[in-house]
């Protein structure tokens, strides 16, 4: 709807052409409306409220049209005269009228509240409208995501409960291109916990009665929440009468009036308690991961199950110790403001590994017990907390040992030799087979090449028979080596059991093997005639093979 026009004569003499005319009539236009961007949130007039529309006068040549729609959405409608925001998204549509929306307008003055907020670090206000995966979605004029952890200060079971409430919460992530908000109301929460605190704290004075909530309760009393800050209520201090366990008198969520008793013991704490103090308590409870020591009412500390023995891997502190039990520790760290004091148990007795370079050296003899076996090897206990492992490769010169349970027992006593110590690391590597001679070293001077054996067939194979010459001493007889005449198979002439005297033709120590021969051993015995053509030819002629210096072994592989 465009505005009325002027009704005074703006032209010059009544003679004059009609663009001057309408030149004056722009220029009158332009110095008499306010200049707009497109994308910019400006203030109107309401000037007429339709069934379909509402028209608005921002100060433009022509009001802008809104739909009845976007007014409705927010629950009431606009009077004739009031003052209201509005988004222009066009100076003009095609019918001459500028289009405004208050939607968007409403929604850039919501991105903008958010936007602030967000850099001011101040809360907003939220309407929770449904679970999602992995928390809350609330309505803060835009959908925003407020994850689970984020919810309170611990964390809630049953997310469902929150729908409806109208909750106050910190941006802590925001996107404004891709619309996205990540709320916190836990920051909001902890923020008011510790103005409470202060109040608390500024008016607390010794003899004072409050009232509180039980917010959780132990075998050694309950917490008190006195409005940000938590005070302990011993079970000694909850009735004149004997009380088994706190649990008899309340429960969590009561409301309770107590009287504040003479100082707080964790004021002290660092003192009383230093680093290196030891000390005694009693094992008030115990979890998978250690057992809770009370040092005296309102005061516990933590011994973690990997402080407990330098000698045991300790699984569960029941192990050592049960509740009720009075211990002696060592106080490893202390935390003032968290309430947590971090003890030791085994820091009371000396650690065996400090010193164990004293007691164990390498190449030294040592008698332990075998404590465990596995497929590489086996742990022998040297003492207590001390073990050492004999690997499988060191447990025999002679043997090729597929499994430790071949050679020992659990539980067996066995004398080994230190390979290595590692005090840093809390290893020691022994060796069965080193407290031993290794029979290979002299081979070669008890059965020199050209000598004559005695042994017996332990095992066959396709290339030939392994003899064994004396225990962990076995000689390859070779199929080539059995007989003058070829041979198919080693059984054809052999078999396990049987005892023969051979000749040795290589000696490889190193190598630990022995060549042996039938063959050769009957040659010495019998020399063969020689032919024209084994004069000329030798051996190798004769046999077309090759000469026993030159045998490869590698078939043995």
Do not use: C
């Not at 017990?369 to 497929?375: A, P």
């Not at 067939?457 to 070829?486: K, W």
């Not at 004069?535 to 045998?551: A, L, P, T």
């Amino acid at each position: 709807m465009k505005k009325d026009e002027p009704r005074q004569y703006l032209g010059g003499p009544r003679g004059e052409g009609g663009e001057a005319a309408e030149e004056r009539m722009e220029d009158w236009y332009q110095n008499g409306v306010t200049e707009f961007e497109e994308g910019e949130v400006v203030r109107g007039r309401v000037v007429h409220v339709g069934s379909s529309e509402v028209l608005v006068d921002v100060g433009y040549k022509s009001e802008g049209s809104i739909p009845i729609e976007e007014f409705h959405r927010h629950g009431t409608l606009p009077k004739v005269g009031e003052e209201i925001e509005v988004y222009l998204e066009a100076k003009e549509d095609s019918e001459g009228l500028i289009v405004l929306s208050k939607d968007k307008a409403d929604k850039i003055k919501v991105w903008d509240a958010i936007t602030q907020a967000y850099e001011k670090g101040a809360p907003v206000e939220g309407r929770v409208v449904e679970v999602v995966k992995g928390g809350l979605a609330v309505d803060v004029g835009v959908k925003a995501f407020l994850p689970g952890s984020q919810v309170d200060l611990r964390p809630v079971k049953n997310l469902a409960s929150m729908v409806g409430q109208t909750i106050r919460s910190k941006v802590i992530k925001l996107n404004r291109r891709r619309g996205n908000v990540v709320l916190s109301r836990r920051s909001v929460l902890e923020e008011e916990r510790e103005e409470k605190k202060k109040h608390t704290l500024q008016v607390l004075a010794e003899g004072m009665a409050l009232t509180g909530t039980v917010k959780n309760i132990t075998d050694y009393g309950a917490f008190i929440d006195l409005g940000g800050i938590d005070g302990l209520l011993h079970v000694t201090d909850m009735s004149w009468g004997r009380v088994g366990h706190p649990s008899e008198i309340f429960q969590v969520g009561d409301q309770v009036e107590v009287v504040v008793l003479p100082s707080d013991p964790w004021e002290r704490v660092e003192k009383t308690y230093a680093a290196g103090t030891k000390t005694r308590g009693k094992v008030v409870s115990l979890t998978n991961y250690g057992a809770f020591i009370e040092l005296e009412p309102g005061v516990e500390g933590l011994v973690h199950v990997s402080e407990m023995s330098w000698t045991r891997r300790v699984r569960h502190p029941s192990k050592l110790v049960n509740v009720g039990d009075d211990v002696e520790v060592i106080v490893l760290d202390v935390n003032r403001a968290a309430k947590r004091i971090s003890l030791g148990m085994k820091q009371v007795e000396p650690d065996p590994w400090a010193t164990i370079e004293e007691r164990y050296r390498p190449g030294a003899r040592v008698t332990g017990r075998v404590r465990n076996l596995t497929d590489f090897g086996a742990f022998i206990e040297l003492e207590p907390g001390v073990d050492g492992l004999l690997h499988i490769s060191d447990m025999s010169w002679t043997r090729n040992v597929g499994h430790p349970s071949e050679i020992l027992k659990k539980g067996q006593e066995l004398e080994t030799q230190i390979l290595n110590l590692d005090r840093e690391n809390k290893r020691i590597s022994l060796g069965l087979k080193q407290v031993q001679p290794d029979p290979w070293t002299t081979v070669a001077q008890r059965y020199p090449m050209g000598s004559r054996v005695t042994g017996k067939i332990v095992r066959l194979t396709d290339f030939g028979a392994f003899v064994e010459l004396e225990p962990g001493v076995d000689g390859l007889l070779h199929i080539s080596q059995m007989s003058s005449r070829p041979i198919g198979r080693p059984d054809e002439l052999v078999s396990v059991g049987d005892e023969l005297t051979l000749l040795v033709i290589r000696v490889d120590a190193n190598e630990r093997r022995i060549g042996l021969s039938l063959k050769e051993l009957a040659h010495a015995i019998e020399p063969p005639k020689e032919t024209e053509g084994e004069r000329g030819g030798g051996r190798r002629g004769r046999r077309g093979g090759k000469h026993r210096d030159d045998y490869d072994y590698e078939d043995e592989q």
